[in-house]
């Protein structure tokens, strides 16, 4: 096991997937892994050493007291399936490295071949022309020919050629390398909105993820942040083409007046 990695607990379990997440365009990975850890009973597994991947740019005092440099988590969990399917690892990294994302993908697999996962999953956004009224697709890729069975099975969309930035991507591409399956679920974001939550992609997602891991959970909390989050959206987008249109037309009056002088 890697140096930089420190293991809390070493459970045994039953075939299990692993879902790794880390922050992204439109937060889909990170509301989906987030959103699983608060429903279902996992246990703290371990953590890689952050010190090594991140760099320290200051600190925080309280109460005039300076306190020790903090780092961005990359933290695993566990679950048990009680019900007889798979067991699940969660991995959730609350930044992405500037440098060294190789290596810490491999320190991710390192620990998903410990515990024998059979099945590597990870979510992130696919930009899309999509309108923000609409609801989303789920695409799919996967790191074999065979897989891509599972894909046409949960109707997932298969654009073909695409690009999967960040961490979210990069990992499946060392999945491959190192002969394990993985499947990424990309929720459609509007290309308008890429520095906006998106729970609405996040949902879509979510709704395909547990159905490919066999479990079930209550979506109803992120469907109401969903619907509340796509609700705002169109009031934003109301008021901005209402600030344009007051910015850059006039009435059609004016343009009579100035005939007239």
């Not at 246990?43 to 200051?58: M, N, W």
């Not at 306190?67 to 048990?80: G, I, N």
């Not at 609801?135 to 065979?146: D, E, I, N, Y």
């Not at 109401?224 to 083409?241: F, H, L, N, S, Y």
Request: proline share 5%.
């Amino acid at each position: 096991m890697n140096d930089l990695i420190k293991l809390y607990a070493r459970p045994k379990l039953k075939s299990p997937n692993m879902l790794a997440s880390w922050p992204g365009i439109g937060n889909v990975s990170i509301i989906v892994a987030t959103y699983l850890l608060r429903k279902l009973d996992f246990k703290e597994l371990g953590e890689i050493e952050p010190s090594y991947f991140f760099d320290a740019i200051g600190v925080v005092a309280k109460d005039n007291i300076v306190e020790e440099p903090q780092f961005p988590q990359s933290q695993f969990y566990y679950w048990k399936n009680k019900g007889g399917g798979s067991d699940i690892i969660l991995f959730i990294g609350e930044d992405q490295p500037l440098t060294k994302g190789y290596e810490l993908a491999n320190c991710v697999l390192d620990v998903a071949e410990r515990f024998q996962a059979k099945r590597i999953y990870t979510c992130a956004a696919a930009l899309s022309r999509i309108h923000h009224t609409e609801p989303p697709r789920v695409w799919g890729v996967a790191t074999s020919q065979h897989m891509t069975e599972d894909l046409e099975k949960y109707d997932l969309v298969q654009r073909g050629n695409l690009q999967i930035a960040g961490l979210n991507g990069l990992l499946l591409g060392v999945t491959k390398e190192r002969g394990i399956e993985g499947i990424c679920l990309l929720g459609e974001v509007p290309m308008y909105a890429t520095r906006v939550q998106n729970p609405m992609a996040a949902l879509a997602v979510l709704k395909v993820l547990t159905k490919m891991l066999g479990i079930e959970i209550d979506v109803s909390e992120l469907a109401q942040v969903a619907e509340e989050t796509a609700d705002r959206m169109k009031q934003i987008t109301a008021e901005a083409m209402g600030e344009y249109i007051d910015h850059f037309t006039r009435p059609i009056w004016e343009y009579g007046e100035e005939e007239e002088e």
